[in-house]
């Protein structure tokens, strides 16, 4: 056993090394039914107006506002998707249903509701106006027009756009394969019944879904032994399919903490120790091809902090996102909160609205084995090193994972 030969380096600066060293993937064509979730790595620009024709916002009659007060003829029908080949003549209208095109002539529309028909005769009201209740051609987008920059994430409204100015497919940020695995003795399949000192491999689970919220394919590795060799050829076998390696465990200071010299054997180890509280023993590392590792602690909530703080920001950046954080927001400490000498801390919280204020309670003892203190957690408060530490009623901002 040795004392760490790696600096202790600050918690922004790491986050920092880790996404220079990280890369966009590059991008793929999907099709827009599996577009959901992933990022749009082109700018998407309007090639044609939207809408591409005037189209009745509501069911009524086409005809010149100039019209209006008197009898008018109705001379056909335009219905969605079924456009009338005559035009509008002083003195007529034509019957128009929603969607339906705004016959020529014709420069606005009179809702069903408000006219009265008497055989093929409207009558309507007087003090209609030009443009009137249709959309013109244009007036959501403009030929040209910036429709989605590069960066976007894709959901519903994004997609429907998309499909409207006539895309069938997208091209966006390749997800990223990541290859999961934890490593320890002690750990048991979740659903065995562990012997004593045995524990179930639970960081698996949560890093898993971690990793999918944030966008990566995951390759489930299992439980690595706390044995160099078995350990080194499982790596080195899931690398061959991977951009990412992220472990849990083995990387504190220990005879059986194997991870750092494994990474140092096959790349180069950028951070090895640093100040944050929970997950000082994070490790990262470059490994050939362009493939990056990350050495995550054991303790459940130091591996699920650390993803947080550096993981995932980097995974969001490989898939081109323009947005690698999660938001923050100021929230009132409602608690006073301990700092930690030399370390920059996260601790958990939750949050409840009083008024316009946001307040943050603890989630209880921070102790970073007690997972206890994430599930349900609201938001990471940071905390700055230090011996002051920040009293009840100060405002300080917050990584907000979900809100009330
Ligand atoms: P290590 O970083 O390997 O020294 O582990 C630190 C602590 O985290 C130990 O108490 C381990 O038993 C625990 N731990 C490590 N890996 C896991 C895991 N996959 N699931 C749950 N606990 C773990
Ligand atoms: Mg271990």
């Avoid at 069911?59 to 998707?81: F, I, K, M, N, Q």
């Avoid at 128009?96 to 009265?116: F, H, N, Q, R, Y």
């Avoid at 950046?317 to 920059?344: C, E, F, I, N, S």
Wanted: glycine letters at 12%; aromatic letters at 4%; hydrophobic letters at 45%.
């Amino acid at each position: 056993m040795r004392a760490s030969a790696y600096p202790l380096v600050d918690a922004e600066v790491a986050a920092s090394l880790v996404l220079e060293r990280t890369r966009f993937l590059g991008s793929e064509r999907v099709s827009l039914g599996d577009c959901a979730g992933r990022v749009l790595a082109e700018d998407v620009v309007a090639s044609e107006p939207l809408p591409a024709f005037p189209s009745s916002a509501v069911d009524g009659y086409a005809l010149r506002a100039a019209d209006t007060g008197r009898p008018l003829r109705v001379v056909g029908e335009s219905a969605a998707g079924r456009p009338v080949d005559r035009a509008v003549e002083p003195g007529t209208a034509v019957r128009i249903l929603t969607g339906g095109v705004l016959p020529a002539g014709a420069d606005c529309v009179v809702m069903m509701e408000d006219v009265e028909l008497s055989g093929d005769v409207v009558t309507v009201p007087g003090g209609l106006k030009p443009g009137q209740n249709f959309h013109a051609p244009g007036a959501d987008l403009k030929a040209g027009e910036l429709v989605l920059a590069a960066g976007t994430p894709l959901g519903a409204a994004e997609l429907g756009l998309a499909a409207a100015v006539g895309l069938p497919e997208l091209p966006v940020g390749r997800r990223p394969r990541v290859a999961l695995l934890s490593t320890g003795d002690e750990l048991v399949e979740v659903g065995k019944t562990p012997a004593r000192g045995q524990i179930p491999d639970s960081n698996r689970w949560a890093l898993l879904a971690a990793l999918r919220e944030a966008g990566a394919e995951v390759r489930l590795l299992g439980i690595g032994p706390d044995e160099p060799e078995a350990l080194r050829r499982l790596v080195l076998d899931a690398l061959a399919g991977a951009d990412v390696l992220v472990t849990s465990g083995g990387v504190s200071v220990g005879t059986h903490d194997l991870i750092k010299p494994l990474l140092e054997s096959l790349g180069d180890v950028h951070v090895g120790r640093v100040k944050l509280k929970p997950g000082k023993p994070f490790t990262f590392a470059t490994l050939p091809d362009g493939k990056v590792a990350f050495g995550l602690p054991g303790f459940p909530v130091s591996s699920l902090v650390t993803f947080e703080v550096f993981v995932r920001p980097a995974l969001r950046k490989m898939q081109g996102h323009a947005q690698l954080q999660r938001p923050t927001l100021p929230v009132r400490l409602g608690y006073d909160a301990r700092a930690t000498a030399d370390r920059t801390e996260y601790q958990r919280v939750t949050l409840k609205r009083e008024g316009t204020d946001l307040v943050a309670s603890s989630t209880g003892s921070q102790s970073s084995s007690r997972l206890m203190s994430l599930a349900g957690a609201h938001a990471l408060v940071r905390i700055p090193a230090g011996d002051q530490g920040i009293n009840e009623g100060t405002v300080v901002e917050a990584i907000i994972l979900s809100l009330p």
